[in-house]
């Protein structure tokens, strides 16, 4: 058990059978009345955002996830096959388990799997990954308003905002947390 004084942001909790991660928290000290901690989670396994309210001191669940390190290996039709690159044993996981997760995915990527009691309950992209443009519109010429972008088509099937200079065959790093274009690689 937690007190929810000792929330930090990264913080996992279990709270009604479900398992969630602390997203932002605020310790509020109202001057009538008795303080209190409001917080946003995020559920690990939906990615679904919720905000919740807890007395100051308040006691909550802590949520010991293990993390595995995977090795994506490949594709077959809506099913993921990784690796665990401890002992070689082989895992597949549906479209629908990686959620959002698949628009990044590239062969010989590291992720960290999630488990919860023995169960697999999601995957953790790094932070940062670098993907070619596939597809994209020329940037035409006088096109220069400050911060223009337009769509561009990665190697994984994924859709992002580029700059205009951006063209077909650079490889652009991209945040996977926001799905937004960082840099040129």
Do not use: C
Not at 23 to 37: E, I, Y
């Amino acid at each position: 058990m937690i007190s929810t004084n000792d929330f930090r942001t990264g913080l996992t909790i279990e709270l009604d059978g479900e398992v969630y991660t602390v997203v932002d928290f605020l310790h509020v000290k109202p001057g009538k009345g008795a303080a209190f901690v409001r917080s946003k989670l995020k559920n690990v396994k939906t990615g679904a955002t919720i905000e919740k309210t807890f007395r100051a001191g308040e006691k909550v669940s802590r949520a010991h996830l293990d993390k595995r390190e995977m090795q994506y290996l490949y594709r077959s039709g809506e099913q993921f096959t990784f690796m665990d690159t401890e002992n070689y044993e082989q895992f597949t996981f549906s479209e629908e388990q990686l959620g959002e997760a698949v628009k990044f995915l590239k062969e010989s990527m590291l992720i960290s799997v999630l488990v919860h009691n023995g169960n697999t309950i999601g995957i953790e992209l790094p932070n940062f990954v670098e993907l070619a443009v596939e597809k994209t519109d020329p940037g035409v010429r006088g096109d220069t308003v400050s911060g223009a972008t337009k769509r561009a088509v990665l190697e994984t099937g994924a859709e992002v905002q580029v700059p205009l200079f951006v063209e077909e065959g650079d490889v652009i790093k991209i945040d996977t947390r926001t799905g937004e274009y960082i840099e040129r690689a």
